[in-house]
């Protein structure tokens, strides 16, 4: 499998979200899904678009074909391949040309690559929602948790309170693997 069949499941996963809607008449739901949209900056993977001014949500899809590297302060910081700017910071940047006249919106990283264990911060994400908020900014800025949202911040740019901001509106939907194929495995 390849990255773009994976983004491809989370497109058509937002088609089947968008028929079942109409079908149940829902309110606020999900009535377009976009793919490689202009002007969304890194976060163009695949769009939802809601009815009734619900906020669009912007999702980066990211593929590993292995489990090397867990999802987690170490891979969000990490500079891209050509030593350009991190996955936080792509996000970042996105969040805030989405964000500059005021719209609201929701953010995801779409990835099957599993959450860091051992990251203090994706240690407390609602794994219902994906968000690392309320838990990422309990406690004082001298605990672990604080040291953590200090380095996000400056990683990203920000202040903390911004920080907090993005967190708000930025999910992580973690450790979702391919469904295996139904075509026979050969015999070992």
Known sequence: MAGDTYQWL???EGCVQVYKDALDGV???VVAVGVEVTGAGNLD???YYYADGKPTRYAQVKYAADAS???????LFKPS????PSILQKITSSWQTLTRNGEQVQL????NRSPDPADVLFKGRDTRTG????????QGPRSERGRAR???AAHAGLDEAQLLKLLDVLEFHLGRDESPSSEPSSPA
């Open 150 to 152: 200090a380095r996000w």
């Open 131 to 138: 968000l690392l908020r309320p838990r990422a900014d309990h």
């Open 69 to 75: 590297t867990a999802a987690g302060e170490e891979y």
């Open 45 to 47: 993977d695949v769009v």
């Open 108 to 111: 995801a990283l779409l990835t």
């Open 27 to 29: 309110r606020g739901s």
């Open 10 to 12: 989370y497109v058509w």
């Open 81 to 84: 391949a050509d030593g350009g």
